[in-house]
């Protein structure tokens, strides 16, 4: 199929899942990549997402909708992510 040989299409299964693990480490889900393939923008956008949460931070007051950690359900592998997502309330702030 196409220009590309033994191409068969797209197969989300054979990907290794939407998150890293121990056996996945090779940069694949890492942001910006690593090593001689490292983004070049990186650091500029860490840095414009460093200004753009601390924005937010003056601007809102978050709470996470879950009282526990439990709840939240942390995993961690290569990467700390949650399993059952992180509900926020989020509100204007009043103070200034």
Same mark, same amino acid.
């Given at each position: 199929?196409?220009?590309?040989? =033994?191409? @068969?299409?797209?197969?989300?299964?054979? =990907?290794?899942?939407?998150?890293?693990?121990?056996?996945?480490?090779?940069?694949?889900?890492?942001?910006?990549?690593?090593?001689?393939?490292?983004?070049?923008?990186?650091?500029?956008?860490?840095?414009?997402?460093?200004?753009?949460?601390?924005?937010? +931070?003056? @601007?809102?007051?978050?709470?996470?909708?879950?009282?526990? +950690?439990?709840?939240? =359900?942390?995993?961690?592998?290569?990467?700390?992510?949650?399993?059952?997502?992180?509900?926020?309330?989020? @509100?204007?702030?009043?103070?200034?």
């Amino acid at each position: 199929e196409g220009d590309i040989p =033994g191409w @068969r299409g797209y197969d989300p299964a054979r =990907g290794s899942g939407l998150y890293p693990s121990e056996q996945a480490t090779d940069f694949a889900f890492i942001p910006f990549a690593g090593g001689e393939f490292r983004c070049v923008g990186d650091q500029f956008a860490m840095l414009e997402a460093t200004i753009v949460l601390a924005m937010l +931070l003056q @601007r809102y007051d978050f709470s996470a909708l879950q009282s526990s +950690l439990d709840e939240i =359900g942390i995993d961690m592998a290569a990467t700390i992510h949650t399993q059952k997502g992180l509900m926020m309330r989020v @509100r204007a702030r009043t103070d200034g």
